[in-house]
C-alpha cells in the first residue's frame, strides 16, 4: 500500500475482519454439509438398490404365488364339475335305487300273494285253475311275470353297481384332485409368507429411502440458504469495497490497494521483456525460498501445478475490488484453493519451477480469472 487515507484503511480492516470471521464459518459449514449431502445420497443409493433387490424378489414372488393361485383355481373348478357328476350320479343312483325297491316289491308282493295262498306249485296253480288251459294260462303267466321282475330288477342293479363303479373312480380322482390342491396350496401359503416378509423389508426400506431423500432436501436447503448469506456477504462487501475505493479516488490516493509479493528483488522483467517480446507480468528476481505474499485481501481461487512448460507451482487469489493477482514458478505452496487471505498473509515460497531461466517471482494482475488477454499492467496497482 502507498499511501491511503486513514478511513480506506478503517474501512478494509472492517471488511478484513467480518469477512474473515463470517467467509470462514460459511466456508467450513458448506463444506461440511456438502459432505454430508453427499454421505447421504451415498446411503440414499445403497437403500434405493436394496430397495429395488427386494422389490424385484416381491414382484417374482407376485407371480409365482398367481401362476399357483390360477393353478389351484382351475383345479377348483374341476373338483366342482366333478363333484357336480359325483352328485350327478348319486341321484341317478337314488332313482334307480328307488325304482328296483319298488320292483322287488312288487315281486315281493306278488310272490307273497302266491304264498299266502298257500305253496306255490304246479299243483296249486293247476287247482286254483278250472280247466287245463287256465292252468297253463295262469302257470305261465306266473313264471313269465317273475322272470320280467327279475330281470328288471337285475338290470337295475347291473345300471347301480355300472354307475357306483364309475362313481367310486371319480371320487378317487377326486381324491388325487383335492390332495394336490393342498399341496399347491401349502406352497402358495409358504411364497405369501416369503412375500409379505420381502414386503416388509420393501416397506421398511422405502420409509428409510424416504427419510433420506428428506434429509438431503434439509441439507440442500440448508446449503442454499448458506450461498444466500455467502452471496448477500459478498454483495455487501463488494458495496463496501466500492465506496472506499471512491472515498479513496476522490481523496486522489491508488485505490487498488495492492502491495508488492515479495520484500526484497527487483524488478527484472515488466509487461514486455528487453527483447520486445510480450511478457504481460513483472518479474521480481529473488532467490529460491523467498517468501511470497497476497498483494491484498481476497480468496484463493487456484493454488496448483500448471506444468514444467508453464508457471510451475502457482497461486491465483481473487480480490475484492474484482481483480485477480497470480503468482508463478513458486519452489512450494503454502496455501489452498478456496482459503480466505490477509494482504500481506504468506501464500508459497519463490522458485524457479515451471518455464523459468532463472530463480524469480512472477507477477501477473488480470481483470477477469481466466486467458492472458485479461492481463494487465501490475505496475499501475503496486
Ligand atoms: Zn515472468
Given at each position: 500500500m502507498k499511501k491511503?487515507?486513514?478511513?480506506?484503511?478503517?474501512?478494509?480492516l472492517a471488511m478484513v475482519v467480518i469477512f474473515n470471521s463470517l467467509s470462514v464459518t460459511y466456508a467450513a459449514s458448506k463444506s461440511e454439509l456438502n459432505q454430508k449431502i453427499k454421505e447421504t445420497k451415498?446411503?440414499?443409493?445403497e437403500v434405493n438398490s436394496q430397495k429395488a433387490e427386494s422389490q424385484d424378489k416381491v414382484n417374482d414372488l407376485s407371480s409365482q404365488i398367481q401362476s399357483y393361485e390360477s393353478q389351484i383355481n382351475s383345479l377348483k373348478s374341476e373338483i366342482e364339475t366333478k363333484t357336480n357328476e359325483v352328485n350327478e350320479m348319486q341321484k341317478k343312483l337314488d332313482q334307480l335305487e328307488e325304482e328296483r325297491e319298488k320292483n322287488q316289491s312288487l315281486l315281493d308282493e306278488r310272490l307273497v300273494t302266491l304264498y299266502e295262498s298257500g305253496e306255490v306249485s304246479y299243483m296249486d296253480v293247476l287247482l286254483s285253475s278250472a280247466d287245463i288251459t287256465q292252468f297253463i294260462s295262469n302257470y305261465y303267466m306266473i313264471e313269465t311275470l317273475t322272470a320280467a321282475d327279475k330281470e328288471l330288477i337285475q338290470n337295475l342293479e347291473n345300471e347301480k353297481n355300472e354307475i357306483a363303479?364309475?362313481?367310486?373312480?371319480?371320487?378317487?380322482?377326486?381324491?388325487?384332485i383335492e390332495s394336490k390342491k393342498t399341496e399347491l396350496e401349502s406352497v402358495q401359503s409358504e411364497l405369501s409368507k416369503a412375500k409379505n416378509e420381502e414386503q416388509t423389508k420393501v416397506d421398511k426400506l422405502t420409509k428409510q429411502s424416504e427419510d433420506l431423500e428428506e434429509n438431503?432436501?434439509?441439507?440442500?436447503?440448508?446449503?442454499?440458504?448458506?450461498?444466500?448469506?455467502?452471496?448477500?456477504?459478498?454483495?455487501?462487501?463488494?458495496?463496501k469495497?466500492?465506496?472506499?475505493?471512491?472515498?479513496?479516488?476522490?481523496?486522489g490516493?491508488?485505490?487498488?490497494?495492492?502491495?508488492?509479493?515479495?520484500?526484497?528483488?527487483?524488478?527484472?522483467?515488466?509487461?514486455?521483456?528487453?527483447?520486445?517480446?510480450?511478457?504481460?507480468?513483472?518479474?521480481?528476481?529473488?532467490?529460491?525460498?523467498?517468501p511470497v505474499y497476497a498483494a491484498a485481501d481476497g480468496v484463493v481461487v487456484t493454488a496448483t501445478w500448471g506444468g514444467s512448460d508453464s508457471y510451475g507451482y502457482y497461486v491465483k487469489i481473487k480480490h475484492y475490488n474484482g481483480l485477480y493477482t497470480l503468482y508463478a514458478h513458486a519452489s512450494s505452496l503454502v496455501v489452498s484453493a478456496g482459503q480466505v487471505v490477509k494482504q500481506g498473509q504468506l501464500i508459497m515460497y519463490s522458485g524457479n519451477t515451471g518455464n523459468s531461466t532463472g530463480p524469480h517471482c512472477h507477477f501477473e494482475v488480470r481483470v477477469s480469472p481466466g486467458g492472458y488477454s485479461n492481463r494487465v499492467n501490475p505496475l499501475n496497482y503496486l
Amino acid at each position: 500500500m502507498k499511501k491511503i487515507c486513514l478511513k480506506f484503511i478503517l474501512i478494509l480492516l472492517a471488511m478484513v475482519v467480518i469477512f474473515n470471521s463470517l467467509s470462514v464459518t460459511y466456508a467450513a459449514s458448506k463444506s461440511e454439509l456438502n459432505q454430508k449431502i453427499k454421505e447421504t445420497k451415498e446411503n440414499l443409493n445403497e437403500v434405493n438398490s436394496q430397495k429395488a433387490e427386494s422389490q424385484d424378489k416381491v414382484n417374482d414372488l407376485s407371480s409365482q404365488i398367481q401362476s399357483y393361485e390360477s393353478q389351484i383355481n382351475s383345479l377348483k373348478s374341476e373338483i366342482e364339475t366333478k363333484t357336480n357328476e359325483v352328485n350327478e350320479m348319486q341321484k341317478k343312483l337314488d332313482q334307480l335305487e328307488e325304482e328296483r325297491e319298488k320292483n322287488q316289491s312288487l315281486l315281493d308282493e306278488r310272490l307273497v300273494t302266491l304264498y299266502e295262498s298257500g305253496e306255490v306249485s304246479y299243483m296249486d296253480v293247476l287247482l286254483s285253475s278250472a280247466d287245463i288251459t287256465q292252468f297253463i294260462s295262469n302257470y305261465y303267466m306266473i313264471e313269465t311275470l317273475t322272470a320280467a321282475d327279475k330281470e328288471l330288477i337285475q338290470n337295475l342293479e347291473n345300471e347301480k353297481n355300472e354307475i357306483a363303479d364309475t362313481q367310486s373312480k371319480l371320487n378317487a380322482s377326486l381324491d388325487e384332485i383335492e390332495s394336490k390342491k393342498t399341496e399347491l396350496e401349502s406352497v402358495q401359503s409358504e411364497l405369501s409368507k416369503a412375500k409379505n416378509e420381502e414386503q416388509t423389508k420393501v416397506d421398511k426400506l422405502t420409509k428409510q429411502s424416504e427419510d433420506l431423500e428428506e434429509n438431503v432436501e434439509e441439507y440442500e436447503a440448508q446449503m442454499k440458504e448458506l450461498d444466500k448469506k455467502e452471496k448477500e456477504q459478498e454483495a455487501a462487501l463488494k458495496a463496501k469495497i466500492q465506496a472506499a475505493q471512491s472515498a479513496a479516488a476522490t481523496s486522489g490516493t491508488s485505490s487498488s490497494g495492492f502491495i508488492r509479493p515479495v520484500k526484497t528483488g527487483s524488478i527484472t522483467a515488466t509487461m514486455y521483456y528487453s527483447s520486445g517480446k510480450y511478457h504481460g507480468a513483472v518479474d521480481f528476481g529473488v532467490p529460491v525460498g523467498t517468501p511470497v505474499y497476497a498483494a491484498a485481501d481476497g480468496v484463493v481461487v487456484t493454488a496448483t501445478w500448471g506444468g514444467s512448460d508453464s508457471y510451475g507451482y502457482y497461486v491465483k487469489i481473487k480480490h475484492y475490488n474484482g481483480l485477480y493477482t497470480l503468482y508463478a514458478h513458486a519452489s512450494s505452496l503454502v496455501v489452498s484453493a478456496g482459503q480466505v487471505v490477509k494482504q500481506g498473509q504468506l501464500i508459497m515460497y519463490s522458485g524457479n519451477t515451471g518455464n523459468s531461466t532463472g530463480p524469480h517471482c512472477h507477477f501477473e494482475v488480470r481483470v477477469s480469472p481466466g486467458g492472458y488477454s485479461n492481463r494487465v499492467n501490475p505496475l499501475n496497482y503496486l
